[in-house]
């Protein structure tokens, strides 16, 4: 879906052919059309968010007294800066599966409507 595979050299991770290789699909329906895709990334972060809290609480607990809530935090906020390039990535092809379907009759992807 990307033109590069890796994620670096990071100014180029997030290009994208014009359309995919194996169908034709054109890969931005609209001008400005990945802009939602900062909801999908949001929704991914609070999901590790709440992965680690929950990791966190059963191996090591939650203590004003220790410091262990800002080691929680550190952890939390550092984990999410490194895996930001994936999830930018990720949740492009999200978002784009949530509005485009595979059309198994045609081979062809069709673009979802208010109807279906």
Known sequence: MFCNK?????????????????????MELEIGFYYGTGYVSYGLSVAIAVFNIVWYAVLVGFSWKDNSVWWYLGITVGMLILLQPWLMRLSRVIYLYMFVKYGSNSGRFEQRTNSE
Not at 6 to 12: A, C, V
Not at 14 to 26: D, I, L, T
């Open 6 to 26: 890796s994620i670096f050299p990071l100014k180029e991770m997030m290009q994208m052919p014009k359309n995919c290789a194996e169908c034709g699909q054109k």
